[in-house]
């Protein structure tokens, strides 16, 4: 059976598509690699909008749009699958829809002619858990739990939530709590608004928040007013409030009362991020700095707090269950993972790798596969689940003059090559077959370089106009995970696909000080085995160095979405973004 999964359209942010047959995931990727712009963020939904006619169609004016809030649908997507790909859509059995009926899914519907029996509505905490549950491969009973900003999915029997748990069992999901918009808060949004306290923005910088937690302190009146504002509440199974304030951390305004009675106390956690700066003009810069730091770090340790308590609630009801897999926008904190990793109850935890929005489409699809009986629970053979350029494709970009590569010198690819440059610290574009589905680089759409050297950072930072703060992530052969780092080799799996952080072995803490982070020595390694594109250039590096170990960033600048296509990355070599570019089996370079 054919299922074409969607999501998107009005209020909704990382639209994406994909294609499940007969359980098998074909293709899923999202709107923004195709688009090159970031659908969750604000700037770039408005230039989408009004791409689309939006504007005019729905609002008026551009201005409408921060009333409105996201907004999103995979139009290019659609157009590469009928234009490049000849995809028919009337050759689909089913159209999984993770969102409530947009105006602009009528016009898809209508233009295709799918009849609306064929449509099959999920709602959105049901398609987190089900992306998650259905690869991950788990054969004994397991937690499957989702919580995010909230997901709002209408039509009849849905609802509006900020989380589901499951228990499931040989391809079965049961649903054993969720947390109703109506009646609980979020400790979700709280992050989102810390995010934007701190002068970022939401929806796209919380790794920032979480970077900046690293170096902050424990502050008792300031982790207690979160604790105020909203707590685990073990006879409802929810996080609320002891006013019954459902909304205290949603809708920012609790944060912002707490922030004005933290100010009077004469912390300067106060007011909105646009005016900080200039408030408290008689508080040092270096107070403020640590006034920020402490902010990320208690918001960080509270969020983590509340979410391990829930999950040791559900441990002492379910004490015979001792897996979970997640999902969610939440999880896309890799130290609240870690932490939950290090439960000493828990035999393996898996997070969905595409865990924020942008795995909804594939999740809606997977819960009708399984409904119709042909998805099981299995693995992802990779997540190389994007379109690709074939050869003849990027020798017609390469070769062509229209696209001023003439000073570009291509070899067949030598690892030994690629290696040797690595270890004398040059920056490798990395680019092979199709890309990778989910919001991280993984060996298709990478830059690499060398781990040793702690000045990377900031030179990576420079190099690709960005302000990160977490370190940089390292790839490690799989042999040797459970050496550099102390992964216990637990939850390996979820290790694959970066997606939470361990501690670092002592000795290897000044070995590969560009991925480890400086003061609380953690990780966040990608666990590289046989068939990842990285493995055969790892292995070189170690062979050379001794060091099974590679610093992996995405393959983009600040502000663009990871690279797509071949000429994006020789564009990058051409402007000396990176100084070799690997594409597939060739090498590209100004100079041999
Ligand atoms: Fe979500």
Not at 41 to 46: L, M, N, R, S, W
Not at 273 to 280: D, I, K, L, P, V
Not at 325 to 334: E, H, M, P, T, Y
Not at 542 to 547: P, Q
Request: charge should be negative; proline fraction near 4%.
């Amino acid at each position: 059976m054919r299922i074409f999964g969607i999501y998107g359209g009005y209020l909704n942010h990382d639209p994406g598509v994909c294609l499940v047959e007969d359980g098998k995931i074909i293709f899923s990727w999202n709107e923004e690699r195709p688009r090159r712009l970031k659908p969750s963020d604000i700037d770039d939904q408005q230039k989408m909008m009004s791409a689309n006619g939006f504007y005019e169609r729905m609002y008026g004016s551009p201005e409408d749009v921060q009333q409105h809030g996201d907004w999103g649908f995979p139009y290019k997507s659609l157009e590469i699958l009928r234009e490049k790909y000849k995809f028919d859509f009337h050759n689909i059995d089913y159209l999984a829809l993770t969102s409530p009926v947009p105006i602009e899914m009528k016009d898809f519907v209508d233009e295709y002619k799918i009849p609306y029996e064929k449509i099959i509505i999920t709602n959105h905490h049901t398609s987190h858990c089900s992306g998650a549950y259905y690869t991950s491969g788990f054969k004994d009973p397991c937690f499957v739990f989702s919580y995010d900003a909230g997901g709002m999915t209408d039509g009849a029997g849905h609802e509006n939530t900020y989380g589901k748990t499951f228990i499931a069992k040989n391809g079965n999901m049961r649903l054993v709590n969720k947390f109703p918009m109506a009646t609980s808060t979020t400790i979700g949004c709280g992050y989102g608004y810390i995010t934007n306290w701190l002068g970022w923005k939401s929806n796209k910088d919380e790794g920032k928040v979480t970077g900046l937690a690293g170096h902050g302190e424990y502050n008792e009146t300031l982790y207690n007013c979160f604790k105020e504002l909203s707590s685990y509440d073990r006879k409802k199974m929810l996080f609320t409030n002891k006013q019954g304030f459902s909304n205290s951390l949603t809708s920012g305004g609790g944060i912002r009362m707490m922030m004005e009675l933290l100010h009077t106390e004469g912390l300067n956690y106060t007011h909105h991020y646009q005016t900080r700066e200039e408030f408290r003009p008689d508080i040092s810069e270096d107070t403020k700095k640590k006034h920020k730091n402490d902010l990320a770090y208690n918001y960080q340790l509270y969020m983590e707090d509340q979410v391990i308590e829930y999950c040791n609630h559900l441990h002492e009801l379910y004490p015979e269950i001792k897996k979970m897999c997640v999902a969610g926008g939440l999880f896309g904190n890799v130290k609240l993972n870690q932490r939950i990793n290090e439960l000493d109850w828990l035999d393996e935890l898996y997070i969905y790798p595409a865990m924020n929005d942008s795995g909804l489409a594939l999740g809606g699809a997977l819960r009708v596969s399984a409904d119709m009986g042909d998805r099981k629970v299995e693995r992802f053979e990779n997540l190389f689940l994007g379109y690709e350029y074939k050869e003849d494709e990027v020798d017609e970009i390469f070769f062509n003059g229209d696209y001023n590569f003439e000073n570009i010198i291509r070899k067949d690819i030598d690892y030994d090559y690629v290696a040797q440059r690595l270890h004398d610290g040059k920056i490798i574009g990395y680019f092979n077959g199709r890309f990778e589905f989910g919001p991280r680089a993984l060996g298709a759409r990478s830059i690499l370089v060398r781990p040793t050297d702690a000045k990377t950072h900031g030179e990576l930072n420079k190099r690709l106009g960005r302000t990160e703060i977490m370190p940089f992530a390292p790839i490690v052969v799989d042999s040797q995970a459970n050496k550099v780092f102390h992964t216990n080799n637990k939850s390996h799996y979820a290790a694959e696909f970066m997606t939470l952080c361990y501690n670092t072995r002592k000795e290897w803490i000044p070995r590969i000080p560009a991925v480890v982070h400086e003061v609380d020595s953690t990780a966040r390694p990608q666990i590289v085995k046989e068939d990842n594109p990285f493995y055969p250039v790892v292995m070189k590096y170690w062979e050379l160095s001794d060091i099974p170990v590679l610093l992996n960033t995405s393959f983009n600048i600040h502000g663009e979405p990871i690279i797509e296509s071949p000429e994006q990355a020789l564009n990058h070599l051409n402007n000396d973004v990176v100084d070799l570019l690997v594409i597939d089996n060739h090498m590209y370079s100004k100079e041999f």
